[in-house]
């Protein structure tokens, strides 16, 4: 971070990161939704697609307002994180296998989104950019949004789909083994045995 001297310089900083990261997941969810299985998750995918293009818009208000250049700088962490998701892209797993992995690819975007988002409102509101961070605020919303709705289709339906997609050979031995640690809803997973 050149010229970085105060909070002012490092939010400036994190803005034009985040808006590189946007940039960066526009052009990754198009693959996504080319690759999901599940016409809900393709749909998931499109409307998160079309928010992440209003989201750069606020982005590009909240520069406005503070008389900056709108532009980014290379978001090392969302390229890692997308890098990783790549995986699940280039498997050849089958679709129901696939579909659960992307939503975990997808959640780790939405998870890296929310905090950097969470840090700047909270940053814009110390320094008294309460414009800004309530157009931030809407892309957390959208964010968190989309992180739940993929929840509720892994939840729903996909990971059962791919537990059953899982070769016979792999369940009771361990590796096919599911978790009896209660989920997020508190319920307990059941242990599919051979």
């Not at 990783?84 to 780790?108: F, M, T």
Request: glycine share 8%.
């Amino acid at each position: 971070m050149p010229d970085v001297q105060n909070l002012h310089d490092v939010f400036v900083h994190e803005l034009r990161d985040m808006y590189n990261a946007e940039q960066q997941i526009t052009r990754a969810l198009p693959k996504l939704i080319k690759a999901a299985e599940s016409a809900d998750l393709r749909d998931a995918f499109e409307t998160h697609l079309d928010e992440t293009h209003t989201q750069i818009g606020r982005l590009e208000e909240a520069f406005e307002l503070l008389e900056e250049k709108p532009r980014g700088v290379n978001c090392e962490g969302m390229s890692g994180i997308l890098e990783e998701g790549q995986h699940a892209l280039n498997q050849d797993l089958p679709g129901p296998v696939r579909d659960a992995a992307l939503i975990g690819a997808a959640q780790r975007v939405e998870h890296y989104e929310t905090a950097v988002y969470g840090t700047l409102i909270s940053w814009a509101r110390a320094m008294g950019h309460n414009d800004i961070a309530d157009l931030l605020n809407h892309n957390l919303e959208e964010e968190k949004h989309a992180d739940e709705k993929l929840s509720q289709l892994a939840e729903n339906g996909i990971n059962d789909a791919a537990v059953r997609e899982q070769p016979a050979s792999s369940q009771g031995n361990g590796r096919g083994k599911v978790s009896s640690m209660p989920s997020r809803t508190g319920q307990k997973s059941r242990e599919r045995r051979a």
